[in-house]
Structures are given as structure tokens and as C-alpha cells.
């Protein structure tokens, strides 16, 4: 410690500072002279064991969790640089940063630690700059301490006492467009005893983004200082650009994992709705805080200035966007990110899409709708008559086709592979009853349902088969063509119109159907 | 910064003689003389003189007054330049980069000079000087017969644009100064001289570098914004408590930031300075 702030420290950097007065000094002999009064020499702190260097990391990555059991002393370098990057594809922005990108290193610590904070502001910006820390308690959060001309450090130190996520920025004046060029950043600090283990943490952060140029308008775009005050963004993004978390940068993880996102929200000015669309929150820990605040939340409130974390288990694979649920920011102004779930298909959890058909408005006796229905199956017919391919429905094709219906509403009874089920289901596989039957028959079974004894391959089933009367008729006559034809059995193809006529003669059934 | 600079002429080309980096000045024969630089060997060359005026404090403690009157000055139309300086460490060796009391600089000093008496490729002699300590600056004031501006005069002359004396209330101006902000600082500084000058045939006191000014320390800000504004701001300042007047000229806010930020021996890459005197 002695010779590292020794180090640290100009020649006569002494003298200066004795001068000025910017010290109170007893004595220039040794480096705890120029320890500000009230400082606790080192070791008189007998919590603090060691000393170690932050790991830092760039969004989305996060530091990894702490796993040592004592506090210790932190050092966090943290280097303030101006850069110019990419905003949106064709536009650059002149973005000040802490560490080099927008948002700021991740700090992760541990509650009880002594932070050493050394606040690096790079020679060649124009700014002098400095550093709130909502984790710091203490005047301005660290600001008036560590603020810093171009081409100087500033170092302070505090003591982690309240763990939590925290919003850190710049606080220099005027402090809205320090924070609206890129200047903020998360710190975590972790409770005792740790955060719950999850498999992924991913680190995101809101901030919206006042250029003199519309969304879109390419070169290099100057910050607008109207637009700023009147809270008119023309971006809103996550990570400090438009597409930041999209394509093969999007987040990743793995059906069954369960994710951990620490989402802050630099603003300046707005407050995010933040929504992962397609997921729920099983835990948030809202505004920060270390106590689960709600369970099964679908969008949670960041202010600016805050933050929020939130551990959901991925049970589906996909894509899952990351919004403002604000949504005109989502689609108009960039504020969306990607999670991408690769894994094996849970159709209990998600079937993806079971139905896809024509709805025409409820049908009323003589009303427009029904009139435009009439209207387009005559041509839909005229279309068929005229047409050979589609007039010429081959069996082939009803195969097909009669094959997706079934496997969409016959297999959950009649098996995947028309096995059946012993004693309650019988077979369509190598079925003497389906073969063996007038076609009728069994058009009439799906029309109207079916109950009663039925012997099928010598065995007798006593069950109930609901009505599918919500089926087509081409797609009755399909799923029959594919039974008759699969799994071993042949027969001929079934028709739309044997399939009308059935309809028409058997009465409908008298109870809607539980598919309905 | 090529392209800032030349849109500040821009914005006035209407009103002022118009010099574009490495390009011939097409209007240039025709501009009015008062904006030319002046020639340098009359007394007080190289020196616009800066009628009576008023200055507005950003901050200020209630005790002070709500308007400063600045009474008229000459002000150096340009920044000093390496060239310049030169002449200074050549007469005043202590000012060397090798022999300067660290006291009086810190280790920042000229360091991007080639020698102690060669500025060498990265200070050509017509880009201002830096990295020199105030206290630095303030000498070589003394050495030429002049003084560094106070805030009050740099920022009276300084607000002044193209056009008109109220530069803070022509809003394409104050768009072209903020932008300038906005920008990190260039590797290679510009020549000095080649803005357009303002109302009072100053140049360059925006766009090109920061300014050391006397008193660069007396209008603290705290560093932290939100405080500046606050009843405890004289916490850290010392002073009265009351909110700046205008929140919406951050380049006025910026200044006061950069300046409060300096240390005397502060030595920084951007940071150069111009002299004033008494009439």
C-alpha cells in the first residue's frame, strides 16, 4: 500500500499539493501523510482480507460470480475514453465511455469489499470527466472526488456496504449529455451469500441516444441538445448501438437453462418497460434489489438511472427479443435484442402453430360475410374445374395432405403410427375394419363420432370417438385416403363428395364437440 | 474538427472573411479588413480591442452581482502559438521543458516538443501551444507585458459570434460551439488563424483549444453537476448557493467544468491560452 501510493504519486506532487492546499498534510515524510484525515490507515480494517484487481467485463458478458467467502480490497481501473463508433449501420456517433464502450466495464464485487478506485481520463479527450457510483455512500457517490482532467487519474475509495445492482456515470456538468454520449454502466455488488446459481448471465443496458440527424440519417451525428431537453430520442438501443444484441450477437443459451439478466438503464431521460417477448420473469429482483421482489413478471419497469435483475428458466427453443415494450422505440428506434434458445422441441410447453386457416368474420345467416364466403368458394370451384393440376387431385397428393391432418388431430388417440392403444384405442394399422368397411362407414365415424362395441382384428373396443365435424371436407377425405394407405393398409382414394354426402345425411351431433 | 470548423465559418460566411483548410479563400480578398488578422509589429499587435461590455456569470454566490460590467481590453486575436512560445523559453531558460520547477508544471509539460528548444513535427510553430501550466502562461504574459483574461473577459469576448455580440442567443452558433465539445481532440491540432473571427475580430476562442484564463480557479464547480445547481454546492465551493442561469448553455457549462477540473500545474493536451491587456 505504502509504496503503491508512493508510486502513484508525482515527485513533488508533495510540494504542490502543500501549496495549494488541496491535502491536509502533517507531515511529507511518508504516504500516509497524504492520507485524507478520517481514512482508516490499512489493517485497521480487520474485515478486509487481501487484495485483488477487478475483473472487468464488456457487455453482454459478466464478470464471473465471486466465489471467495471474505471482503478484500478491489482495485478497479477504469479508463474514461471518447471514441467514435458505430450507432447504426452507416451512422457514427462520437460516444464518451468508461472503458471503451457503451455501456461501461461491468464491476462486480462483493458486498463488505474496499474499493480502490482509480478513474483514468484519457489524454487525448476533451473532457475533464468523473464517476457516480449508486453502490458508493458518500457525498456525489465518489463524483467530487474523482473528478478529472483530460490526461490525470483520480483515485478514492469506499466500502461496499449495501449490495445490489447499481447504475454507475459521469456527473459532470452539463451532466445529461455526458450521460447521453454513452457514459454509464453497472456495478454489482453481491450479497454475503451470493446470488442463486443460474447457468448464464448476460449484462444489457438501455440508453437513448439525441443526434442532430432522424433515426437512420447516416455519417457522423453531432448530439442535439434540443432534442436532449425535450426528451425526444431519435434512438433508444440496447449496448450502445442499434443491432448490438441481434443475428450472431444475439445472447445464447440452451432449452433448459436458466438465465440470470442484469438490465440497467443509463436514460438519460426515459424509462424503459423492459419485456422479453415470449418469456415471463419467474424471479425479479426490481430496482436492483437483492430481495425477490415478484414472481411471474411479464415487463418490469427500469427507471433511468436504475437498474433491475431478472432470472427466468428457458424451456423452448427459439428467438426471444429483448424490448421496450414502449414499442414505437422497439420498431422505430432500435431498442431490441436477441436471445436465441437452441434444444429439442417441447410441444407440451409450445406447440407452435396448430391452425392455420381462413376466418372470415362469424358467419350470419344472409349477412355480408356469409354472402362473401358463397361468393369465394364458387370461386374457389370455378378455380379447381379450370384448373387440371388442382382438379386432378392425385392420391398421392391426399396422402400428403391427409397426413398433417392426422397429425394434427388424429395421432393423440390413434398413435403416431396408427397403432392404437391395447384395450382402448383400436388400431388403424393393419386394421380388418378399416379396409374391410364401406368408406361411408367411417366417413360417418369421424362426422358424427362413434360409440358402442366395434371389433377390429378380432378384438372388441368399447370407447367413444368425438366428433371431428370441424374438419373440411377435403381434409376428411384426405386424413381417410392417408389411413387407408399407411402402415400397411391399401384402399382407394376418399372424395370431397362422398365426404359431403355423408354430412348431409348424418344428423349433426347433438352436443358441440369439446374441440370446438 | 476539419469539417466543425469550416461549418462554424459557414454558418457566417454572409458576415465574415472565410478561410478553408488547405484551400485558396475564395471571398477572401473581399472581406472586410477589421477581420483580418492584424499585422503583427504595431503596438499592442496582434491584439483586437474588446469594447465595454457585460458578462453573465453562469454560477455565481448571491452576494455577487447578477451582471459583471467588463470594462474594454485588448485581447490577443490569436492563441499563442509554439512559435511564439519558443521565443519565450529562448529568453526565459527556466521555462525549458528540462529546467521548469515541477512545482510549476507538472511532468505533462511540452512534453510533446521534440527538445527543450525544439518544438519538432508534432508543435509546428503556427499551432497553439500546450500542455503549459498556468503558471506557465501567466509568465509568459508577464514577459510579452500583458496578463491572461480573467473568466469575465474571456467569457465576454468568447460569447460573442460572427455576427452579433450575443452569441449565446444565435442558436446555430451556439450548435456549431457545442459540436466542437463534442468531439474528442484531434491527434494533429489545426493551424491558429484559420476560423472566422468573431464580432469583435477575435479567432479561434472556439473550435481549436481550451484557454487558460487568471482566475480559472474561482468559479468552482464541484465536478459534480447535480450539486452545482443546489443548495450544496457551497459544500464544496465555498460560495453562495444559487443555480446557474442558464442550464442551457452547456458550452458555458463545459468551460466551467474543464476549468474546475485544472490544477495550476496542470499541464493538458488541449489546453493552451491567448493574452489580454489594459487599454
Known amino acids: 500500500m505504502k509504496t503503491k501510493l508512493l508510486s502513484n504519486l508525482r515527485p513533488l506532487a508533495l510540494v504542490t499539493a502543500l501549496t495549494f492546499g488541496t491535502f491536509t498534510i502533517a507531515s511529507a515524510a511518508g504516504a500516509d501523510a497524504i492520507r485524507p484525515k478520517g481514512l482508516a490507515a490499512e489493517g485497521t480494517d480487520s474485515s478486509i482480507t487481501g487484495a485483488e484487481n477487478a475483473v472487468l467485463a464488456q457487455a453482454p458478458h459478466v464478470p464471473p460470480p465471486i466465489t471467495r467467502k471474505h471482503a478484500t480490497k478491489v482495485i478497479v481501473n477504469l479508463e474514461v475514453i471518447e471514441v467514435t463508433r458505430r450507432l447504426a449501420d452507416g451512422v457514427d456517433y462520437v460516444f464518451w465511455t468508461f472503458g471503451g464502450n457503451v455501456p461501461g466495464s461491468f464491476i462486480r464485487i462483493r458486498e463488505g469489499d474496499n474499493v480502490e478506485f482509480h478513474l483514468n481520463n484519457h489524454q487525448d479527450n476533451k473532457m475533464p470527466h468523473n464517476i457516480d457510483l449508486h453502490a458508493v455512500t458518500g457525498p456525489g457517490g465518489g463524483a467530487a472526488s474523482s473528478f478529472t482532467a483530460p490526461g490525470h487519474t483520480s483515485q478514492f475509495s469506499f466500502k461496499a456496504l449495501n449490495p445490489g445492482l447499481f447504475i454507475y456515470h459521469c456527473a459532470t456538468a452539463p451532466v445529461g449529455m455526458h450521460v447521453g454520449n454513452g457514459m454509464y454502466g453497472l456495478i454489482l455488488v453481491e450479497p454475503k451469500e451470493g446470488l442463486p446459481p443460474v447457468d448464464r448471465e448476460y449484462y444489457v443496458m438501455q440508453g437513448e441516444f439525441y443526434t442532430i440527424g ?40 440452451k432449452a433448459g437453462e436458466t438465465i440470470r439478466l442484469y438490465v440497467g438503464n443509463g436514460g438519460p431521460n426515459l424509462t424503459s418497460s423492459f419485456h422479453v417477448i415470449g418469456e415471463i420473469f419467474d424471479t425479479v429482483y426490481q430496482e436492483g ?41 422497439a420498431f422505430n428506434k432500435g431498442a431490441l435484442g436477441m436471445l436465441k434458445v437452441e434444444g429439442p422441441q417441447n410441444l407440451i410447453v ?62 393423440v388417440c390413434h398413435q403416431p403410427e396408427g397403432q392404437g392403444v391395447p384395450d382402448q384405442i383400436p388400431p388403424l394399422a393393419k386394421s380388418d375394419f378399416l379396409t374391410g368397411s364401406d368408406k361411408g362407414n367411417i366417413i360417418r365415424g ?71 | 474538427m476539419l469539417a466543425i470548423r469550416d461549418s462554424i465559418c459557414l454558418a457566417a460566411l454572409f458576415a465574415c472573411a472565410f478561410t478553408t483548410r488547405g484551400q485558396a479563400d475564395p471571398v477572401h480578398s473581399s472581406g472586410s479588413s477589421r477581420h483580418e488578422p492584424p499585422e503583427r509589429g504595431t503596438p499592442n499587435q496582434g491584439m483586437a480591442r474588446i469594447p465595454d461590455g457585460v458578462y453573465r456569470p ?97 467569457e465576454y469576448a468568447a460569447s460573442a459570434s460572427p455576427t452579433r455580440a450575443d452569441g449565446e442567443n444565435d442558436a446555430e452558433f451556439k450548435r456549431q460551439v457545442l459540436r466542437w465539445y463534442s468531439m474528442p481532440s484531434p491527434a494533429k491540432l489545426s493551424a491558429v488563424g484559420l476560423d472566422c473571427a468573431n464580432l469583435w475580430g477575435v479567432r479561434d476562442l472556439h473550435g481549436l483549444v481550451w484557454e487558460w484564463v487568471s482566475d480559472f480557479n474561482t468559479a468552482m464547480v464541484t465536478g459534480d453537476a447535480r450539486n452545482d445547481s443546489g443548495l450544496d454546492r457551497e459544500l464544496f465551493c465555498g460560495a453562495g448557493a444559487i443555480g446557474a442561469k442558464d442550464v442551457e448553455n452547456f458550452p458555458a457549462f463545459m468551460r466551467y467544468g474543464f476549468r474546475s477540473s485544472l490544477k495550476a500545474d496542470y499541464c493538458v493536451h488541449n489546453l493552451g491560452f491567448r493574452c489580454a491587456k489594459d487599454l
Not at chain 1, 370461386?379 to 388442382?390: D, G, L
Not at chain 1, 387407408?484 to 352436443?511: F, K, L, M
Open chain 1, 350 to 411: 409450445y406447440s407452435g402453430k396448430e391452425v392455420d386457416a381462413v376466418y372470415l368474420g362469424k358467419a350470419v345467416e344472409g349477412g355480408e360475410a356469409e354472402k362473401r364466403v358463397a361468393a369465394l368458394k364458387a370461386e374457389v370451384a370455378q378455380e379447381i374445374k379450370s384448373n387440371p393440376k388442382i382438379a386432378g387431385l392425385t392420391k398421392e397428393i391426399q396422402i400428403q395432405k391427409g397426413k398433417s391432418v392426422y397429425l394434427q388431430t388424429c395421432f
Open chain 2, 58 to 154: 453562469l454560477f455565481r454566490a448571491v452576494t455577487d452581482l447578477k451582471e459583471v460590467p467588463v470594462k474594454s481590453f485588448y485581447l490577443d486575436v490569436l492563441p499563442v502559438t509554439n512559435g511564439d512560445y519558443l521565443e519565450f523559453v529562448r529568453a526565459n531558460p527556466r521555462w525549458q521543458r528540462s529546467l521548469v520547477k515541477r512545482i510549476f508544471g507538472d511532468e505533462s509539460y511540452l512534453k510533446h516538443w521534440a527538445g527543450d528548444l525544439d518544438p519538432g513535427t508534432n508543435a509546428p510553430a503556427n499551432v497553439p501551444v500546450t500542455q503549459v501550466s498556468w503558471f506557465a502562461a501567466k509568465a509568459y504574459g508577464q514577459w510579452k507585458g500583458k496578463r491572461l483574461p480573467t473568466v469575465a473577459e474571456w
Open chain 1, 289 to 329: 434489489g437483492t430481495t425477490p421482489s415478484q414472481h411471474n413478471v411479464q415487463t418490469t419497469a427500469i427507471p433511468a438511472g436504475g437498474a433491475a435483475m431478472m432470472e427466468f428458466k428457458v424451456e423452448v427453443p427459439g428467438t426471444y427479443v429483448l424490448v421496450d415494450h414502449a414499442l414505437f422505440r
Open chain 1, 446 to 516: 369421424v362426422v358424427a363420432g362413434r360409440t358402442g362395441e366395434i371389433t377390429v382384428n378380432g378384438k372388441t373396443y368399447n370407447g367413444t370417438m368425438i366428433s371431428m365435424a370441424y374438419l373440411t371436407d377435403d381434409q376428411i377425405a384426405n386424413v381417410l385416403t392417408y389411413v387407408r394407405n399407411s402402415w400397411g393398409n391399401t384402399g382407394d382414394a376418399g372424395t370431397i363428395q362422398e365426404v359431403a354426402r355423408i354430412r348431409q345425411e348424418t344428423p349433426a351431433p347433438p352436443a358441440k364437440s369439446s374441440f370446438e
Open chain 1, 214 to 253: 432522424g433515426y437512420g440519417e447516416e455519417g457522423l451525428q453531432g448530439f442535439d441538445m434540443n432534442k436532449a431537453t425535450d426528451e425526444r430520442p431519435s434512438y433508444v438501443v440496447f449496448n450502445g448501438a442499434v443491432g448490438s444484441l441481434v443475428g450472431d450477437k444475439a445472447l445464447t443459451a
